[in-house]
C-alpha cells in the first residue's frame, strides 16, 4: 500500500504566473483534499474531491481550481500567482468522505512566489 | 464562525514532566474535534479523534462542553514526543477532510 504522493516537492514561480501541483492518493482512497499551510500557520482548507467532483471548498478565490482523475490522483492549479500565494500545499486522502474515516496526508509541495 | 485556538505556540517540558496542550474552539452544535501530530521530518498524521476516546502513546484528549476545550494531556512526557501539535475541527457541514485547523503548538521535551 503507498501513501499520499506530492509533486513537486518545491518550485518557484514569478508572480502573475499560473502553477499546478499533483497529488497522487492512498491506494483504495476516493476522496482528496487540499490544503494551504503558510508559515506559522495552521493547514488551512482549499477545496475537496470526491469521485471526481468538488464536494466542499473552503474560503480561497476562483483562481484556486482543482481536479480529480478517474484513478482518483488530483490536481491544483494556481492562476495569476500572489506573493501571498507562498506556503506549503498539502493533500490528503481518504477512503471517502464519510464521518469516521481517517485522512491522510502527503508531505506537500512548497510554492515560492518571488 | 468556527474558529479553534491554540494559545501556545511553544511548550517547553522536562521529560517525565506533564503535558497539557490547550486547544479551545468556538462551534454551534456537536464539535467533531481531532489531533494531529507532525514530527521532524515527517508528515502530519492524526494521534487522535474524541470520538474514539481512545488513548494513543500515552495521550489523551477529553471534550469538555462547557469550557468549549479538547486539550491534550499526557502525564509523563517523552523526548520523543517532540513535535508540532495541531488541533482541528471538523467544518460544520463539511465532510471528513474539511478540517478547521489551529495554528499548532510545538512541543519540546527537554532530556
Known amino acids: 500500500e503507498t501513501g499520499v504522493t506530492q509533486s513537486p516537492t518545491h518550485l518557484i514561480k514569478t508572480r502573475g504566473q499560473q502553477v499546478t501541483l499533483r497529488c497522487s492518493s492512498q491506494s483504495g482512497h476516493n476522496t482528496v483534499s487540499w490544503y494551504q499551510q503558510a508559515l506559522g500557520q495552521g493547514p488551512q482548507f482549499i477545496f475537496q474531491y470526491y469521485r471526481e467532483e468538488e464536494n466542499g471548498r473552503g474560503n480561497f478565490p476562483p483562481r484556486f481550481s482543482g481536479l480529480q482523475f478517474p484513478n482518483y490522483s488530483s490536481e491544483l492549479n494556481v492562476n495569476a500567482l500572489e506573493l501571498d500565494d507562498s506556503a506549503l500545499y498539502l493533500c490528503a486522502s481518504s477512503f471517502s468522505p464519510s464521518s469516521g474515516n481517517t485522512i491522510y496526508f502527503g508531505e506537500g509541495s512548497w510554492l515560492t512566489v518571488v | 464562525a468556527q474558529r479553534v485556538t491554540q494559545p501556545e505556540k511553544l511548550l517547553s517540558v522536562f521529560k517525565g514532566a506533564p503535558v497539557e496542550l490547550k486547544c479551545n474552539y468556538s462551534?454551534?452544535?456537536?464539535?467533531?474535534l481531532f489531533w494531529y501530530v507532525q514530527y521532524s521530518r515527517q508528515r502530519l498524521q492524526l494521534l487522535l479523534r474524541?470520538?474514539s476516546r481512545e488513548s494513543i502513546k500515552g495521550f489523551t484528549a477529553d471534550l469538555n462542553k462547557g469550557e468549549t476545550s479538547f486539550h491534550l494531556k499526557k502525564p509523563f512526557a517523552q523526548e520523543e514526543d517532540s513535535a508540532m501539535y495541531y488541533c482541528?475541527?471538523?467544518?460544520?457541514?463539511?465532510?471528513?477532510?474539511?478540517?478547521?485547523f489551529g495554528k499548532g503548538t510545538k512541543l519540546s521535551v527537554k532530556p
Open positions: 474524541h470520538i
Open positions: 462551534y454551534s452544535g456537536s464539535p467533531e
Open positions: 482541528a475541527l471538523q467544518n460544520y457541514g463539511g465532510s471528513q477532510g474539511n478540517l478547521i
